[in-house]
């Protein structure tokens, strides 16, 4: 089975060898279903566990290499076709089956928790919706995503019943495998050019796979009209919804403009102060986007002085900040104006609920005790029944 020779006399004679790299494709995909839980096993436990895959995998494939050389010829039925199960003495197929069920239902998991991933990373880079991550550990890349799950479940319902037997499936895995992998070379690529690495290891490195990949490609191309338009027509939806919100988020973006929060310091004094302006709250609070003290959205100065002035005792502006480790929890606060005008900057981890309702109450509170702010109504008929 190590003899390449039978491999390349087949591509060589056969006029519909071209069409069979598609299936052969279809041993590379062990290696894709490894990586993709790189962020939740570790790098290192990767490594090391994949000189086990290659091993068995190798092992594995030159045993059914073997009984479909020694059998060549022979007429077997097609419900007995299987060289993996065939390759298993007898006593051992039910072990076997359970081993592959196994097999499966981890390397389905894989493919969970690795959409799982990308989904919260696209949350991360502002290409997909804002949807609940919740993290069951301390390891930012242990998470899971409730509305990715259900939508794996309905896509999985569908898909056994579009194809019903597994063999269907061949096209359309193997064409997204293909897509998969050449994307994967392309950002590589693009990484490769952004860490300046010389331009010919770049170019070598692109124009090898792209060959290789490309030619497996336009191999799985064939099998489109028999199950790979699902994977076409399941990407380009996911492709549609990062797009529109991207672009979304852009235009967006567009109209958002920061102003310096020191140029409205006096007229927040006033209007504070004001007493011909009807009072809005005694406490108004805003969520800020700016990072920077010194700086605030031009939206929030509209609302408060110009779309309907709005007269309160104290202005706060609280902004978030989501930290990398799980349990932070600290905040700054900053008087920009004394008694009149409040930031405070929260530093939460990934796991910390954004229950900000509560998170500020808890500062008001604290600075209340500290003698920092007063907080006791401004109206007379009230206190003094207090």
């Known amino acids: 089975a190590f003899n390449p020779y039978y491999a390349i006399h087949l591509l060589v004679t056969n006029q519909l060898a071209f069409l069979i790299l598609g299936g052969v494709f279809l041993c590379t995909t062990g290696a894709e279903a490894l990586y993709s839980d790189l962020g939740h096993c570790g790098r290192n436990n990767i490594r090391i566990s994949w000189i086990f895959v290659k091993l068995t995998l190798i092992l594995n494939y030159l045993g059914q290499g073997v009984w479909i050389l020694q059998n060549s010829g022979t007429y077997i039925p097609g419900a007995k076709m299987n060289p993996f199960f065939q390759i298993v003495p007898g006593h051992f197929q039910v072990p076997m089956v359970i081993l592959a069920t196994m097999a499966a239902v981890i390397a389905s998991q894989a493919l969970i928790s ?29 998470l899971y995503v409730p509305s990715i799950n259900w939508m794996l479940w309905i896509g999985c319902c569908g898909i056994v019943l579009l194809f019903q037997k597994a063999e269907r499936m061949d096209a359309a895995y193997g064409l997204s495998i293909t897509i998969a992998m050449l994307m994967t070379t392309i950002l590589v690529s693009f990484y490769l050019r952004s860490k300046r690495f010389p331009k010919y290891l770049i170019a070598t490195f692109f124009f090898t796979y792209v060959i290789i990949e490309g030619t497996f490609l336009i191999s799985n191309l064939t099998k489109f009209l028999h199950g790979g338009w699902v994977t076409v027509m399941i990407g380009s939806l996911l492709f549609t919804i990062m797009w529109s919100w991207f672009v979304a988020r852009k235009i967006k973006n567009r109209f958002v403009k920061y102003v310096e929060i020191e140029d409205y310091y006096q007229i927040l004094t006033e209007l504070s102060s004001d007493e011909s302006v009807p009072k809005y709250s005694s406490q108004l609070v805003y969520l800020t986007s700016a990072n920077f003290k010194t700086e605030i959205e031009s939206k929030i100065i509209y609302s408060i002085i110009q779309k309907e002035p709005k007269r309160a005792d104290v202005y706060w502006l609280v902004h978030v900040d989501v930290m990398d480790e799980p349990y932070t929890l600290d905040y700054k ?42 907080i006791t109504s401004q109206y007379t008929s009230l206190n003094k029944h207090k």
């Open 333 to 374: 606060v900053e008087f920009l104006i004394p008694g009149k005008l409040i930031r405070i900057d929260f530093r939460l981890g990934f796991r910390i609920e954004q229950r900000v309702n509560l998170l500020y109450r808890k500062v008001v509170e604290e600075l209340v005790k500290n003698g920092e702010i007063d």
């Open 114 to 142: 690795g959409s799982f991933t990308l989904i919260a990373e696209a949350v991360r880079l502002n290409l997909w919706p804002k949807i609940r991550i919740v993290y069951p550990s301390v390891s930012k890349g242990q």
